[in-house]
């Protein structure tokens, strides 16, 4: 699809609305997949007001590189570790590890290197070698769950529900948030049901590009009483997010990031905003309207900040 001419139509110059005064925006869901990526995300951030990122280490598969499974992965952990140590505080290194590869020593050694926390993506089909709950990975929980670790996981809540539960009843102290409402942006009843089971487990809110976000979007809109009571209920447990993918550095690929941005954050605090959808009598997704949430402050503010502020605790520095 040629997205350039149209985003530029829409998007011009224009940066996210502005948060409430004096409150601190995280995106808790950044992949940084390329070292010259970082002076285009630092000012990708300062244009839409996001004060800090959690930045993301990919394998080859989600940079764009090819490959299969987590290959590549360490080359990402040394990617976002350098960014973090380039600027402090700014950035906030998650690393990510293979849960059923004795990766104990090389987690510890990330850690004294400087890594905040951990994105594990096997949870995602194209990673799942084998049950999330499987014994080969008991070692790797256990060691998350005592170093208080904050842990994003990416979990197919269709596929793999079942796995993820097991995992949070054997390691009830997890720090875990779940990517994308837990996978349940088409299912709200499947995410309601989880933060009912789990009352640790925290939530981001993050679209990506494309189609799955044209359909969570889609959905939410329809769905959106029903998500508007769950932040009611749970004003304390959803973290903002874009699920920003910084590789393909030209014209168009940054005007995709402007639209991540400005779709992720309307989400949430506009009465409106643009993003592509699929209309009737259109084969093509084209750029349109949905219905936001229009948070209240109350549950706004902790959602984009102060939510992730806690869940990060001493990483900020």
């Known amino acids: 699809m040629a997205w350039g001419a149209a985003l530029a139509a829409v998007l011009g110059c224009r940066s996210s609305p ?23 995300l630092l000012a990708h951030m300062a244009k839409h007001r996001i004060d800090r990122a959690v930045i993301l280490a990919s394998p080859d598969l989600t940079s764009g590189r090819g490959g299969s499974g987590l290959s590549g992965y360490r080359a990402g952990n040394e990617i976002v570790l350098d960014a973090a140590t380039a600027h402090p505080g700014k950035l906030i290194p998650f690393v990510t590890v293979e849960l059923g590869h004795d990766d104990l020593p090389y987690l510890a050694e990330l850690r004294r290197r400087g890594a905040c926390g951990v994105k594990l993506y096997q949870g995602h089909n194209l990673f799942h070698e084998r049950p999330l709950d499987d014994p080969s990975h008991q070692a790797m929980w256990q ?65 990506g590009s494309a189609g799955p976000a044209a359909e969570g979007f889609a959905n939410l809109e329809r769905e959106r009483a029903q998500l508007l009571g769950l932040f009611s209920r749970w004003p304390e447990r959803f973290l903002f997010g874009t699920d920003l993918v910084t590789s393909g ?58 939510n992730a502020a806690r869940w990060l605790g001493a990483c900020l520095r």
């Open 143 to 207: 060691a998350l769950a005592d170093q208080a670790l904050p842990v994003l996981l990416h979990a197919n809540t269709v596929r793999y529900r079942s796995e993820l539960e097991a995992v949070l009843r054997a390691f009830p102290s997890l720090r875990v948030a779940c990517a994308h409402l837990c996978g349940s942006r088409t299912d709200l009843a499947r995410v309601e049901s989880l933060m009912q089971a789990f009352p640790r487990l925290l939530v981001d809110t993050s679209h």
């Open 249 to 306: 550095l030209n014209p168009t690929s940054t005007e995709m990031w402007d639209l991540q941005a400005e779709s992720n954050m309307g989400l949430l605090k506009a009465e409106n905003f643009r993003f592509f959808r699929r209309t009737e009598g259109q084969s093509a997704r084209v750029l349109g309207t949905y219905q936001g949430l229009h948070l209240p402050p109350e549950h706004l503010d902790p959602v984009l900040g102060q």
């Open 18 to 40: 502005a948060p409430s005064a004096g409150k601190e925006v995280i995106d808790v869901h950044v992949h940084l997949t390329q070292a010259d990526a970082v002076a285009p």
